[in-house]
């Protein structure tokens, strides 16, 4: 079973998320200017210019990285996943489409603005995923913290400065074997050192190559 194919309410809510956050990268392009400086983190203050504009943008993960994501979850047969930044949902329904091929299991995904996390939660809703899935609010750093159980799969689709840190509070939960992937590996390399260190420090004990997708995609494997 593939659901991302056999499932057609799926497939065209997916292809109208990802159409909508394409939309978006030519705004985005024009506010972020030459730097990535202005990137979301999800701690700026309410109401501040940053704040406000982030506020409706999907900044989903590309289609073709999310089905390769799909793909991985599936030949690991993977039953319980965490996913580091949920906005609108869109890789939390190809996490949850994995999942439900598999033959159930859970992803935990973390979001830190609460309406972005109803945003995701009713796009589950609509395709019959939802109960696969819990969506965690809040500063990621505090509720990773309580988060108990072994994890297949770790995707990181987050600020990336913090990315690392994530690591570091997830790596207790990977089981040898487990997976981890994150987005723009390359062309947000300089925020991304932190990760990096960490995924390169043998002590870790992590193998890390650099899938040749646009911007980039780190996908490691626990050893």
Do not use: C
């Not at 329904?93 to 609460?114: P, Q, R, S």
């Amino acid at each position: 079973m593939n659901s991302l194919t056999d499932n057609p309410n799926l497939t065209q809510l997916l292809d109208e998320l990802h159409a909508a956050s394409d939309a978006q990268l030519g705004p985005i392009g024009e506010f972020l200017g030459d730097g990535d400086d202005r990137r979301p983190t999800g701690f700026e203050p309410d109401g501040s210019p940053d704040r406000t504009f982030w506020h409706d943008k999907l900044v989903a993960i590309d289609a073709d990285k999310a089905r390769f994501v799909y793909q991985i979850a599936r030949s690991i047969d993977a039953h319980h996943i965490l996913e580091a930044g949920t906005s609108h949902g869109v890789s939390t329904l190809y996490l949850a489409a994995a999942i439900h091929d598999n033959g159930g299991g859970d992803v935990t995904t973390f979001e830190h603005e609460a309406h972005k996390a109803d945003i995701a939660r009713a796009h589950l809703e609509q395709v019959d995923l939802d109960r696969y899935v819990s969506i965690e609010v809040g500063d990621i750093r505090t509720t990773l913290a309580d988060h108990e159980g072994s994890v297949d799969l770790l995707l990181l689709d987050i600020w990336a400065p913090i990315a690392g840190e994530v690591l570091g509070l997830a790596h207790r939960h990977l089981r040898p074997g487990a997976v981890v992937i994150a987005d723009n590996i390359d062309s947000r390399a300089s925020l991304y050192r932190d990760l990096v260190e960490r995924l390169d420090d043998p002590e870790f004990g992590y193998g890390r190559v650099t899938v040749p997708f646009d911007g980039g995609l780190a996908f490691a494997v626990k050893h």
